[in-house]
T-cell receptor, first 114, second 114 residues
Framework: DAGITQSPRHKVTETGTPVTLRCHQT?????MYWYRQDPGHGLRLIHY???????DKGEVSDGYSVSRSKTEDFLLTLESATSSQTSVYFC?????????????FGPGTRLTVL | AQSVTQPDIHITVSEGASLELRCNYS??????LFWYVQSPGQGLQLLLK??????LVQGIKGFEAEFKRSQSSFNLRKPSVHWSDAAEYFC????????????FGTGTKLQVIP
């Protein structure tokens, strides 16, 4: 298994509070991704990173920010959580940007916003 | 824009029976195609991928998939299903860009009955 951990694994929070999810990898892969998974939508990309301090938006980035200060860590922040952000969040890593590369996924974080 | 369609939301098969999960894609160029499996509470694991060459691709856990360009399909098959195959299966198409962009289908949940 790829060395990817996510923390916390479960979180319940209230609307309006800030939340930070952490993804940690031990593979030294350059690319890191944050997805959210919702029933009927599959996985949708929130943000990605192509190196330390290099990040960009995905298709559903509104309400989310990210940071990557070290190769191994990629943080996802919900500045002010809303109920629509209740979801399962997955981090993924890949070594390359070519279409054939494999993305390896972390175990996920289940976030509930009340 | 690329898209992936998995027409079956749920499929139930008997243990020992054969399995075929359908996937259709829409993409203007040569597609890079993936099948991932997600067990409950887990992240996604790559089963197999296609990017060129032989259109019949072998994967892990006894799965195979066939790429049919004329039908824009990449169906996943297994000749004899085991109870441990119960999971959710995602088809995806990837392509190269500033990052590896992967578009996922909405998933097919497989139930295996004894």
């Amino acid at each position: 298994d790829a060395g990817i951990t996510q923390s916390p694994r479960h979180k319940v929070t209230e609307t309006g509070t800030p939340v930070t999810l952490r993804c940690h990898q031990t593979e030294n892969h350059r690319y890191m991704y944050w997805y959210r998974q919702d029933p009927g939508h599959g996985l949708r990309l929130i943000h990605y990173s192509y190196g330390v301090k290099d990040t960009d938006k995905g298709e559903v980035s509104d309400g989310y920010s990210v940071s990557r200060s070290k190769t191994e860590d990629f943080l996802l922040t919900l500045e002010s959580a809303t109920s629509s952000q209740t979801s399962v969040y997955f981090c993924a890593i890949s070594d390359n940007r070519v279409g054939t590369d494999t993305q390896y996924f972390g175990p996920g974080t289940r976030l509930t916003v009340l | 824009a690329q898209s992936v369609t998995q027409p079956d939301i749920h499929i139930t098969v008997s243990e020992g029976a054969s399995l075929e999960l359908r996937c259709n894609y829409s993409y203007g160029a040569t597609p890079y195609l993936f099948w991932y499996v997600q067990s409950p509470g887990q992240g996604l694991q790559l089963l197999l991928k296609y990017f060129s060459g032989d259109t019949l691709v072998q994967g892990i856990k006894g799965f195979e998939a066939e790429f049919k360009r004329s039908q824009s399909s990449f169906n996943l098959r297994k000749p004899s299903v085991h109870w441990s195959d119960a999971a959710e299966y995602f088809c995806a198409v990837g392509f190269s860009g500033g990052y590896q962009k992967v578009t996922f289908g909405t998933g097919t949940k497989l139930q295996v009955i004894p």
